[in-house]
């Protein structure tokens, strides 16, 4: 187990690569999966608001606005 | 309404993409890195430090590979002006930018233990700084407009003249002397290492490209989620 993480020496240089890596990687997905949902929460709520006003306007047509987000 | 049908299209398909990406990336993650730490073998020269290749060599090619992928948006977008090339180009940006500076990160944690030193000013290492700089200047360049299309436009003329560095990069270090050791994967024999220490290394390319291909499909629903945001807002605001 100690020669695993000493990795003959190098132990240093190889798991700040890996470590470095999966920090970014992760960061990266989680901060993108993040601002996906913050985004659809904005645009929910934005139509959710500006719903009686469209529907004001097309009275005839009860068309509701289909969600594909 | 029909300048929507190819967006909507598009997120019919990402739904049913995106979590075989997401899968296909733990699975690949899981087997690449069991096998870069417990089946490969320590290098004759280089001892265990040449595992550092198995995350530096993915992270340097979906570097490249990224920025491609980027320049063919940007040519698209500024040709057929095709609404998703924009989109498809914007959310490559920070995804290639991330891989690039982890390959400079990494390359520069195996140089100082290999050559002795963290950095030096050769070609393919100068070229790759340079590919970070494009990211950035790319990304700043979107931002720096308060009319979007023309950010777009001067950003996507950037990652096209830009290109120019990838083939650069990849034979840098056959056109000068560089202490970056030569191609030994994607040449005209073949590839030159051991099936032990190449297996894993493609098995990481591959979970680095499925990765990039969840992130990318998530930042373009953002994308065109916050795109249509905006449509509503200037509604809201017109009283249209």
Redesign the interface.
Known sequence: MQD?FS????GT??W???G??AL??LA??VS??R??KS??A??AR??Q??AP?ENQKEQKTEIPNGD?? | MHRFANP?RF??IAAVVQPWAMWLTVILFGVGLYMS?FTSP?DYQQ???V??MY??VP?AWMGMFCYAAMAIASAVSLIWKHPLADVAGKATA??GA?FT??SL??GS??G??MWGTWWVWDARLTSMLILLFLYIGYMALQGAFDDRARGAKASAILALVGAVNLPIIKFSVTWWNSLHQGSSVITMEGPKMDASMLWPLLLMAFAFKT?YV??LL??M??E???N??RI??L??AH?V
């Open positions: 695993f990795m003959g020496g190098y240089y190889v700040a690569s890996y470095l890596t970014v990687m990266l997905l993108s999966i601002s996906l985004t659809e904005t645009f934005l139509k608001a500006m006003i594909e987000a | 909507t997120l019919r730490f320590p001892g265990e430090s595992r550092i995350v530096h992270a920070p995804v991330a500076f982890l990160v990494t944690l195996w100082k233990p990765y969840w992130v998530v930042r629903r953002q065109m989620t916050a249509k945001v509503l807002r509604k809201q009283g």
